[in-house]
């Protein structure tokens, strides 16, 4: 089957997807409450360990994630020796692949230590990508601050400035809405990596290099630069029309399961009107609204519909971060979900080893150099 199509490739308990009434929950929550109602911490508690945290519980797990989120100088020598023209998805991976080295405790049936390991993965994350982002343009990386949540954490450290309400807010929305998704590209990848019993920080590095590629995370850069290019509403139907000629996929738009709008994408777009309303529209908003409109009209037949990432680019452009962050962003979101099918695989652990389709010959002669 090309791509696992319809292969379930482990059980789960994580999350659900109904991608014809276009439903997503989270540990049987549906994602609209969790937006709602809860932040990306207790969402991340949520899925690592399967039910809504008591208060103690969540102030224990939410002062942990405080005290971790520094990382160690010789990381943040590591991210000033990379190209500053380099992606940050591979700044990231490299770094967190490099802070395995620092915890060295490679027993994961430890449990204890794989709750630590756990901690430190989703409070550096943002870390790390803060940094690149700031070393790359020459400035000095800037520490992480404990009176701070953790997203207006992230946002002081990518601009130096504590960020208003209405942006930290937006970003814990826009983490909550990425931080699981079912057996994805990089859920699976992690889990193949997992099931060697490498080490947490490898699996998160091999998810990582899953969630780069364009058509995954990396769908969102190339949204914004589609609307970017397209300039005016005005301009959307002939430039989807061409797009669809040539056989060119409109990105931001598609998902393997959803076959109706994604639910992620209805609240991003809520989410971008309040930003927008507060904060000053974004020209890219009427390009991105008419864009939604006529591939309704052009794709719609096929189930083809906004994804996550065709709001959350335009979100984050709003916010100010850099196009190629965006998938870090994601990443840092996500790792909360890689982590909690991590915990999931361990439970009752077996190493993927699929079989194929053997397609070549049997019996070939070795013919010798001087006769081919
Ligand atoms: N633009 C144009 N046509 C599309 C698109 C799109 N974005 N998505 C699907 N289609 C078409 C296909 O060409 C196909 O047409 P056909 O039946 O005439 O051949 C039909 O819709 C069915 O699509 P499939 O390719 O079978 O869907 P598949 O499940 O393989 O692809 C995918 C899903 C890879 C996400 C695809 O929709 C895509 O490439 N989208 C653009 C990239 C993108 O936005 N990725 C982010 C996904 S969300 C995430 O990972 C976080």
């Known amino acids: 089957m090309p791509g696992l199509a319809g292969v379930p490739a482990a059980r789960s308990a994580v999350s659900d997807v109904d991608g014809q009434r276009g439903v997503l ?5 549906r994602i609209e409450e969790l937006c709602a109602k809860s932040s990306f911490l207790e969402t991340a508690s949520l899925l690592l360990f399967g039910r809504l945290p008591a208060k103690p519980d969540l102030d224990r797990f ?19 020796c990379l190209p500053e023209q380099g992606h940050p998805m591979d700044a990231l991976q490299a770094a967190v692949a490099a802070l395995g080295m620092f915890y060295p405790g490679r027993n994961v049936k430890d449990i204890d230590n794989n709750y630590w390991s756990a901690v430190r993965l989703i409070a550096k994350l943002p870390t790390i990508v803060a940094a690149y982002a700031r070393l790359r343009r020459g400035d000095d990386h ?36 990425h931080a699981e998704h079912t057996m994805n590209a990089s859920t699976f990848t992690g889990l193949v990596t997992a099931s060697t019993l490498a080490d947490p920080y490898t699996v998160v590095a091999s998810s990582i290099g899953a969630l780069k590629g364009p058509l995954h995370g990396g ?6 630069q ?60 009427e390009v991105a609204l ?22 959350s680019g335009i979100i984050y452009d709003k916010m100010g971060i850099a196009i190629d962050f965006f998938t870090p962003m994601f990443a840092m979101a996500r790792v909360a979900g890689w982590l909690a099918h991590w915990f999931e695989q361990l439970q009752e652990n077996k190493l993927f080893r699929p079989d194929q389709i053997y397609e070549g010959e049997h019996n070939r002669p070795y013919v010798p150099i001087e006769k081919r």
């Open 219 to 224: 769908a969102n850069e190339e949204v914004v």
């Open 25 to 29: 929950v989270y540990r049987g929550i």
């Open 226 to 285: 589609m609307l970017r290019e397209i300039g005016t509403p005005a301009r959307v139907r002939p430039y989807l029309e061409r797009k669809l000629k040539a056989n060119e996929m409109i990105m931001g738009f598609g998902h393997r399961v959803y076959k109706v709008k994604d639910p992620r994408a209805t609240i991003l777009q809520g989410l971008s009107e309040r930003l927008f309303k507060e904060c000053g529209t974004s020209p890219l908003y």
């Open 142 to 177: 800037i520490s992480p601050r404990d009176d701070l949540s953790f997203c207006e954490n992230v946002l002081y450290m990518l601009s130096d400035r504590v960020p208003e309400k209405v942006l930290s807010e937006t970003l814990d929305i826009c983490l909550i809405l």
């Open 62 to 80: 939410v002062e942990d994630i405080t005290r971790h989120r520094r990382v160690k100088y010789r990381i943040i020598d590591l991210l000033k």
């Open 290 to 311: 008419e864009v939604e409109r006529v591939a309704a009209d052009l794709l719609g037949g096929k189930g083809v519909y906004p994804n996550v990432d065709f709001y």
